[in-house]
């Protein structure tokens, strides 16, 4: 039967979960932190599928039980409430069962992760950046909602407001996993501001979601790094334009330049760029398994093309689309005041698709 197969996955999966268990109560393990981070992410994984078999087996169960007295019992209110319970229990099944599949299938090994946001004004001048703001506080506004954290790193603001450029760190619960959606080119349709006869033109904003390198995800050797300073620029108070607290790091083997003025201290300030210049690093190996998944994938769904239009915000219109599932909201001013999990959640359910589908399910 396809639920015994399905069961005998789970149950598989079992041993593998309780020799990891007891690793992780291992002393040599636990004074091995790089191995006990390694041993705990794993554990971590495993545990939703394994309690989901462990409930779906558990119904099964139930279920073999309640037929078996409706087969063999004679008492009437037994054989009644026997079959209650099967009219119940049956429905649930392929609900649990699809939910198993997809956990079976390996998730990206990133999602948990916290996230490096890019915000870039794109085609558009002015408007570009302005928009490129508007984005910002769309996403500060989710991330609010969230109970995450967002630092802001560099920021490089437009002539007429707005962003050129702006890239933050942000902290929480599965930041990856949810953000990722969003990188992509995001276009707009409107009057700019900065419009005198009221034309409707058409600006674009691009924005980048990288996976957080963890401490252990990358060595960095300090001989590889070249170290500038130089005076901030922007909000800040009186130390702006006098002190050398900025920081721009160079990694001589990639050529990977970052830079971070956002802190006063120059020592907080090169903490973040080093870790902004890990998590790129390790982007550079991350980006090929994407590339492969967008090979795959015809909803572009968690791609490496940052360059593909996802989304345009029509303002006559009041309306949002997501090309990748030709999703339409009218309702923009409630989008952009950070109401974007709707959209999210109908991509990660286009990308639970795709992930069935390729699994052969």
């Not at 268990?21 to 091995?32: E, R």
């Not at 779906?56 to 209110?77: F, G, T």
């Not at 703001?133 to 954290?149: A, C, N, Q, V």
Request: glycine share 6%; proline share 3%; charged share 30%.
């Amino acid at each position: 039967m396809a639920e015994n197969s399905l069961l005998s996955k789970v149950l598989g999966l079992q041993e593998k979960y309780e020799s990891l268990q007891a690793q992780l109560s291992d002393p040599d393990v636990i004074s091995d932190m790089k191995k006990y981070v390694q041993l705990n992410k794993q554990y971590k994984e495993l545990a939703p599928v394994i309690k989901a078999g462990q409930d779906y087996k558990m119904m099964l169960d139930e279920l073999e039980m309640a037929k078996d007295i409706i087969a063999n019992e004679s008492d009437e209110d037994l054989r009644e409430m026997a079959k209650e319970q099967v009219a119940e229990i049956e429905p649930k099944l392929p609900d649990m069962e699809q939910n198993i599949k997809l956990l079976l299938i390996p998730a990206d090994p990133e999602d948990e992760k916290n996230a490096i946001l890019e915000i870039r004004g794109g085609a558009g001048g002015d408007e570009a950046a302005i928009f490129a703001g508007d984005l910002f506080r769309m996403y500060s506004k989710y991330i609010e909602t969230k109970g995450w954290k967002v630092e802001v790193t560099s920021q490089n603001e437009g002539a007429a407001g707005g962003f050129k450029e702006i890239i933050c760190k942000v902290s929480g619960d599965h930041v990856y996993g949810t953000l990722k959606y969003e990188s992509g080119v995001h276009r707009v349709q409107r009057v700019p501001q900065t419009e005198t006869q009221g034309r409707v033109q058409t600006s674009a904003a691009s924005v980048a979601v990288l996976p957080e390198a963890g401490e252990f995800d990358i060595e960095l050797n300090e001989k590889d790094i070249r170290k500038d300073t130089f005076c901030s620029s922007g909000p800040g108070g009186q130390s702006v334009n006098t002190t050398y607290s900025a920081i721009r790091l160079t990694h001589i083997p990639t050529g990977i330049v970052v830079q971070c003025q956002d802190e006063k201290s120059q020592l907080k300030n090169y903490d973040k760029a080093l870790n902004e210049l890990r998590t790129r690093i390790y982007n550079m190996e991350y980006q090929k398994y994407l590339d492969n998944i967008s090979a795959k994938r015809k909803t572009m769904v968690s791609t490496g093309d940052r360059s593909a239009k996802i989304r345009t915000y029509n303002y006559q219109q009041s309306r949002v689309t997501d090309h990748r599932i030709n999703w339409s909201t009218y309702n923009l001013p409630v989008f952009m005041d950070g109401a974007i999990q709707d959209v999210i959640d109908q991509l990660i359910i286009a990308e639970n698709a795709e992930r069935l589908k390729e699994a052969g399910e």
